[in-house]
């Protein structure tokens, strides 16, 4: 069993950056890709950006190319989104997400596991 717990968000105007962090908890030896999904209002989930396990591998969807970065701090179980250059249609609920996977491959074939949500808003 594995939760995730992220923390970060907020308000911000368009130009401006956040940051986010998840933190997991993993019971097991099993690797997890981990990584960032984001539900925009009236919008189906999408994948943002992800690291694999051993953290030397990332991916991104090509809206945020250049703008986010994905890290990880496998001391810490922990993931970081730092998203820069931040435009209004950013705005979204941003979920932390964890599937198995290799250990250095970023995919999230599946998700296993969610986080609870945190809500980002970028005004103009």
């Known amino acids: 069993q594995v939760t995730l717990a992220e923390s970060g968000g907020g308000l911000v105007q368009a130009g401006g950056s956040l940051s986010l962090s998840c933190v997991a908890s993993v019971g097991t030896f099993i690797t997890y890709a981990m990584g960032w999904f984001r539900q925009r209002p009236g919008k189906d989930r999408e994948f943002v950006a992800a690291?694999?396990?051993?953290?030397?591998?990332?991916g991104s969807a090509d809206s945020v190319k250049g703008r986010f970065t994905i890290s990880r701090d496998s001391t810490k179980n922990t993931i970081y989104l730092q998203m820069n250059s931040l435009k209004p249609e950013d705005t979204a609920v941003y979920y932390c997400?964890?599937?198995?996977?290799?250990?250095?491959?970023?995919?999230?074939?599946?998700?296993?596991?969610w986080g609870q949500g945190t809500q980002v808003t970028v005004s103009s």
């Open positions: 690291c694999a396990w051993s953290g030397r591998s990332t």
């Open positions: 997400a964890a599937g198995k996977s290799n250990i250095n491959d970023p995919t999230i074939q599946r998700v296993d596991y």
